[in-house]
């Protein structure tokens, strides 16, 4: 995998918005900065495929997916005012089945990503035992592909560099100064992705990316 290098850039640029107009509410109260491993199930609808150079005939086919799961590190700040700046990154993938214009059928595979993201969060009830919170962000692909699988070979339709965004919400339970328990609902979506064959040739487009994930997270401060 290879770091389209706009990403980092933008990354970057947008933490720095957040944290900046997030400084002008902070008080002195729990702030600082905290890391979080998650784990999440991903459900994503199933996708039309606009093929050229792939099998036979040009035209639309189908990718069906599956449930899959998610993996991802976060690294935040809290600035004391029930707001909160977040830098993540994130695994993810789920089965595919996918048929082609010309009839082709390939039961298994794959449809994967490797991205990072940027989350502002507002916490309703800050110092409660329970914490509910939402937050948005915006999200980067650094890497998208969809695996075709048979058993001779493994085709390979990949891209990058693409920007969406995800909206969340969730409830925070505070075990002591230092650890939390984290359940969260995610939403993400990426619209117009085009993948391109990496160890085969043609291209696969007209594909969204929007997975709905069920998350689990430790959360431990500073």
Do not use: H
């Not at 993540?88 to 082709?104: F, I, K, M, P, T």
């Amino acid at each position: 995998m290879q770091f389209s290098k706009s990403v980092p850039t933008t990354i970057l640029s947008s933490l720095v918005l957040i944290t900046s107009l997030g400084a002008k509410a902070q008080d002195t109260d729990q702030q600082g900065w905290y890391l979080k491993p998650t784990l999440a199930l991903s459900q994503m609808s199933d996708q039309t495929v606009n093929t050229t150079g792939v099998g036979a005939l040009d035209g639309s086919g189908n990718a069906a997916l599956s449930s899959g799961f998610a993996s991802g590190l976060v690294l935040g700040y809290d600035y004391g005012s029930r707001w909160s700046a977040e830098l993540g990154w994130e695994y993810r993938s789920n089965g595919s089945e996918v048929s082609l214009a010309d009839g082709q059928r390939f039961n298994d595979g794959n449809y994967a990503s490797n991205t990072f993201f940027i989350n502002a969060l507002y916490g309703f009830a800050e110092g409660q035992f329970w914490q509910p919170y939402a937050g948005f962000g915006l999200s980067f692909i650094q890497e998208i592909d969809i695996d075709l699988e048979t058993p001779a070979a493994e085709l390979s339709y990949a891209g990058d560099g693409d920007t969406g965004f995800q909206i969340f919400a969730g409830v925070e339970r505070e075990l002591d100064a230092r650890w939390s328990l984290l359940g969260e609902v995610r939403y993400t979506r990426f619209s117009g992705i085009e993948l391109t064959g990496e160890n085969t040739v043609g291209t696969m487009g007209g594909l969204d990316y929007t997975p709905l994930s069920l998350q689990l997270g430790v959360k431990f401060r500073f």
